[in-house]
């Protein structure tokens, strides 16, 4: 750290030079470098940590006068913080006498007995009768009328503290914001009698603003303070205020008259002239149903409009308004939805760990889940499993290179996107019995059903097997020709690579990702990919990849907590598409 004789001569000004400042005539020799520098070693707003900046001359003094007049000038930048203890002697500000600042200060909450009388009396007395160095009266009615008590009134009176440093007197200091001026804080002193006849009385006062130079300081900041302390004597307690973006906002505000509701046969929909005398005739309203369709019952109507919505839709809201049936909880159901917003970030990433952890199931749960499923996409549970999981059909998707976008990929794994089905997607799962037929035939074995199936060493991934034999896994696929020749279609689409050993599975396809985890979740150690255009068959045998599968389950996990989990706990990526 460099010594106090290193310090450059620009970092303080003369006793001569602040004098001339404080009385609002900056000097020549004063230049606007001169005070640029001189702010360059305080601390301020600049992007260095400093008060330095480009501005007029005028408006660079304001600023050192305000440094002064607060105290401060010794507040110095990291760079320059040991010249604090090292600046020299007749640089230092001057402090009245009459006012101790090394007292013992406390909040004035904390000392309710410590404060004496204080009235509006001793306010009038102070700032209009008080007699001047002229031997007239002070009449400072500006400063203590609308204007003080705006700033009172609005919360621009903050911290006061209390000091005594004997029985004759109190000592009160604040500080009050400007009322246009957000950067600064002037720092407002008082000193009263405590006892005898003069209790009450002021006896010192100042502000850091150029109007409320002590000992006996009339500005409005100080103003503020008296009306302040007579609120404390009066009430024994201090305001606390509230900023407008605190509360909740007030523009959309009801009226406060109540209208009683009527019937709708009561009200008269006529229109209103101005001065013509409203009709007294108003004819009926005529109810146009034939007599055999009406029905005066309430009850029994109600209950036939309630039938009617829960067959269309029982999940809807105005069903839920007038209905008394209780609403069935789905058991599937892996959260609770939200109940208050906004909700905090802790929040939504405690959510996503307990997602994780509601997705544990036990060998007996798993086994019932897989039976009761066995319909897949005809069962509804079926989506209510998957739809929280990473799927087999999903599994090269959730790989994302470091480029791209989540957002794709979370909605069709959460199936956000309209479930679009080609016909010759309709078709392969129209074919897929005729396909296992033909390979019970030819390999002569049983293909079982299977449902969905989820992992037993981790919660997040599943797969919904086409078939199972004896320790093996079927996979169909409908192939369709167009022209082509079989084994042609095959290679074309990248299933498959013809070699000279025939053809092989391709290793970065997705039907071999979604292979390899369904003998993940399902324990198999072997697959039959079965490749067929429902006339003959191309059967591939895939193993189980252990090495691949020890890359794949982490990446799948990743993706999963930093994108599937928190989409759960808070549907960002839903709701926006909704609102598109």
Known sequence: MPSAKSL?????????????????????????????????????TA????????????ELSQRVISYIKN?????????????????????????????????????????????????????????????????????????????????????????LEIARDDDEKVHIRCNSSPEMKKNLKYNVKLSMCNNGGHEGNITFASCACPAGKGPSGSCKHIGALCYALEEFVRLKCTREFETCTSGLQRWNQPRKRKLDSQSVYEIDFSKKIYRREGRNNVKPLNDPRRPSEMNNDSKKVNRELLDKIKRVKPNCGFFRLISDEKIEQNKNEIISPIKELPVSLTEIFDRAKRIKRNLMVTDQE?????????????????????RVR?????????????????????????????????????????????????????LDCKVSETGFVISQCYPFPGASPDGEVHRGLVGIKRIFTVGLSRKEAVCKRGISRDTSHGLVVN?????????????????????????????????????KNNKFLSDLVPKLEKFYDNHISLEITYPRVFFMDLLD
């Open 47 to 58: 992007k260095d940590g400093s008060a330095r900046s480009e501005a007029t001359k005028a």
């Open 366 to 386: 798993r086994q019932n889940i897989a039976l009761a499923t066995k319909a897949q996409s005809n069962c509804q549970a079926w989506f209510e499993h998957r």
């Open 390 to 442: 990473i799927t087999g059909s999903q599994s090269k998707r959730a790989l994302l290179k470091r480029s791209s976008s989540p957002t794709k990929a979370m909605k069709e794994i959460l199936h956000y996107n309209s479930q679009y089905q080609s016909h010759k997607m309709k078709q392969g799962l129209k074919d897929e019995k005729k396909i296992i037929w033909l390979y019970e035939n030819k």
């Open 507 to 543: 290793k970065n396809h997705k039907l071999y990702y979604q292979v390899q985890q369904l003998m993940l979740c399902t324990k198999s150690s072997w697959t039959d990919l079965v490749l067929s255009d429902t006339v003959y068959l191309i059967i591939l045998h895939v193993k």
């Open 71 to 159: 105290s401060w000038e010794n507040n110095f930048t990291e760079k320059w913080q040991h010249s604090a203890a090292s600046k020299p002697e007749d640089q230092t500000t001057t402090v009245n006498c009459d006012f101790p600042e090394s007292a013992q200060w406390v909040s004035l909450v904390d000392a309710k007995d410590d404060v004496p009388s204080f009235n509006i009396q001793n306010i009038v007395s102070y700032f209009i009768e008080r007699k001047a160095k002229d031997n007239e009266s002070n009449k400072d009615y500006k400063n203590v009328s609308s204007k003080a008590f705006g700033l009172f009134r609005h919360g621009h009176i903050q911290k």
């Open 8 to 44: 450059p001569e620009a970092a303080f000004f003369s006793a001569e030079e602040k004098v001339q400042l404080l009385s609002g005539s900056c000097p020549r020799n004063l230049s606007k470098e001169r005070l640029k520098e001189w702010l360059s070693f305080r601390k301020g």
